[in-house]
């Protein structure tokens, strides 16, 4: 199966610009999330989806939103950005929703190879 | 809250020689997953290995083992044999096994360099 593909792989957008970074998962993975590494905070989630509905959010402002489509794409959108959002930007897909680790089914995330956002 | 602890920012090993990088974490859950992940300087995020906390055996992944202690909540990942292309960042993860949802908990990471 193909891994889980980011585009674009970079970008540079200046500051009060919007961007939008789009993420597929691996084929079959209905669970997308999202996550931000930078050298200072390390990695934080941002959020997931699944089934098109977001299910968890992490604690970044409403400047960071997303969406998934029927075929479990998904895609990040980051307005009016500010300098401090340049960030490496990675996705992660996994194939079962989450049920519990005793169901024994498999909730390990792949991650795509990720965004590099520069913001000037 | 979960939180994820490594207390190794960085780390070195001669090649061939064993390391073991140091991992531990504080939940209130009972059902929860534990990974190693590793990030090279390509920066690909890849699993390197993964720890049911309901199963007592620790996990092995060819070179690539945990000793898991659930009562300590400590999960230290040792890499036998170690090789050039081990040189990378490692991290250590936690989500929970219930809920219905995913969310990943990382550590601030350890940047391991083999020496040859």
């Known amino acids: 199966k193909a891994g889980v593909t980011q585009t674009p792989r970079y970008l540079i957008k200046t500051r009060g610009q919007q961007v939008t970074l789009s993420c597929s998962p691996i084929?079959?993975?209905?669970?997308v999330s999202w996550y931000q590494q930078t050298p200072g905070q390390g990695l934080q989630f941002l959020f997931e989806?699944?089934?098109?509905?977001?299910?968890n959010k992490g604690n970044f402002p409403g400047r960071f939103s997303g969406r998934q489509f029927s075929n479990s794409r998904s895609e990040m959108n980051v307005s009016t950005l500010e300098l401090g959002d340049s960030a490496l930007y990675l996705c992660?897909?996994?194939?079962?929703?989450?049920?519990?680790?005793?169901?024994?089914?498999?909730?390990?995330?792949?991650f795509g190879p990720g965004t590099r956002l520069t913001v000037l | 809250a979960q939180t994820v602890t490594q207390s190794q920012p960085e780390m070195s090993v001669q090649e061939a020689e064993t390391v073991t990088l140091s991992c531990t974490y504080d939940?209130?859950?009972?059902?929860?997953?534990l990974f190693w992940y590793k990030q090279p300087p390509s920066r690909q995020m890849i699993l390197v290995i993964r720890?049911?906390?309901?199963?007592?055996q620790n996990a092995t992944e060819n070179r690539f083992s945990v000793n898991f202690q659930k009562a300590a909540k400590s999960f230290s990942l040792k890499i036998s044999d170690s090789q050039l292309g081990d040189t990378a960042m490692y991290f250590c993860?936690?989500?929970?096994?219930?809920?219905?949802?995913?969310?990943?908990?990382f550590g601030t990471g350890t940047k391991l360099q083999v020496i040859p």
């Open positions: 992660a897909s996994s194939e079962s929703p989450g049920q519990g680790a005793l169901r024994g089914q498999t909730d390990t995330q792949y």
């Open positions: 084929s079959g993975h209905r669970s």
């Open positions: 989806y699944f089934s098109e509905t977001q299910r």
């Open positions: 939940t209130s859950e009972n059902n929860y997953y």
């Open positions: 720890q049911e906390a309901y199963k007592q």
């Open positions: 993860a936690f989500m929970a096994g219930s809920g219905g949802y995913q969310k990943v908990t």
